[in-house]
């Protein structure tokens, strides 16, 4: 797709050529970026995809095969000298072709792990940190990504493993140079007290969700929405004249939901620790001792996902020091998740737009957090097999070019209809194959015709949409 239409997306291989690479230089990228949109894995599996799987070499007219594994490494090299200029390049082409605003800027942080020690060649971003595939077994890097509101990359960057959310935020915008006035959209972990500070300071309007854990909600004040799915959200509008802000309490049926049966589970955990002191009490060799029982009750409550609040906890110990009962009750906190399950709240700067104009903006956050689904469970983000710092951020931003190509793909087949996962879309896309086809002819020779399968209707359709050639790589014939 990308080798075939690289006048209407991007003009990728002329960028290339644009920055001095070598023809060699310039498959191995393509081939690299192109593995990991259909095949993701480390370069060396990608080699050999390349080789031996893909039709790819016959379109580009590469032998693949024979192209030493190294290339693929020097093309890595290649992207990271020039990364800045095609970062900002191919981002400049998508506002182009699809015209979107740069008035929202989306913000978050991803990190992932390598595979192995990472000691034998120290990589200094390598960090252990809390991992959000919980492998707390692997040293880390933290890839964070600015965006516009169609979800494509202006800016990536790679920090320490064990890099903080809330530390990062004004460092990418000053990079980015994010115009003056942008609206930037983040989630909890980012919107800190001083964060937002420094974005009024900085004379940029934002919307966040919102890290007080105060809820509230009067649903005969609440506005309702339809979703894009059909379903109805609420919401309750909260101006505060005296801040310039606007709080936005939205409550959801289907978060309810959810939140009941997260709440329900820890709550029924909680109470079985405190039953299991109880069965305790009446063993002869069970732990009686107060200040051990305060203790576990502690550690009990410290482990109970913020459920313990809600219950009164008495211990009864008739001679001060050793205790023969335990009684609890749930008390729910109002103004809590227990009390107001489904109810969250986002706070925003920009009080002159309309409730539902705040919560719709507030809805491309989570397609954002759908990007970096795709990043890393569709684009071969998670692990990092290299250790070399240089070659830890080339693997990275490759996946990031890699999910940019895909992106677009994307917003051009939903422009026609056809919605979907990446990864369904590549196993549609990946039913076609290049056959060769043997024929004996009257004189005694051999024909041989090469051609691709026909498509399928649903490749046929994504085929249409693009405007492709539903028979790639044409017919070719020889005669032996």
Known sequence: MLVKREESIYGFHELLIACGLSSPLRAAILGVIIGRMAAPDSEAATHRWLGQQSGLGELLDIDFERMPAITLYRASDALMKHRASIERTLFERTQALFGFE???TLYDLTNTY???SAEANPNPKAKRGRSKEKRSDCPLVTLGLVLDGSGFVRRSEVFDGNAAEAKTLAQML??????IGALVVMDAGIATESNLIWLREHDYRYLVVSRERARQFEAE????????????VAIQRVDDPEHQEVRLYCYSEQREEKEQAINQR??????????????????PRGEKRLAKLQERIGRLKENSHGVGQHYAIELIAEDGTHVTDLRWCQQIKPGTRLSHPGVYCLRSNE???????????????TDLEAVFRSLKSELGLRPVYHHKEERVDGHLFITVLAYQFVQIIRKQLQAH???GRWSTLRDILNVQRRITVSFQRADGRSLHVRKATRPETELAKI?????????PGGVQKTII
């Open 102 to 104: 740069l008035t929202v």
């Open 114 to 116: 390598f595979e192995g």
């Open 174 to 179: 000053n990079d980015l140079d994010a115009p």
């Open 221 to 232: 004040t609440a506005l309702p929405i339809e979703t894009a799915a059909g379903h109805s």
């Open 266 to 283: 820890f709550c029924t955990r909680f109470e079985a620790g405190l039953q299991k002191i109880v069965d305790a009490l009446a063993k």
């Open 351 to 365: 009080t002159d737009w309309d409730s539902e104009r705040l919560w719709h903006t507030y809805i491309m956050l």
């Open 417 to 419: 209809g056809i919605q």
């Open 463 to 471: 085929y249409q949409a693009l405007t492709l050639n539903p028979l």
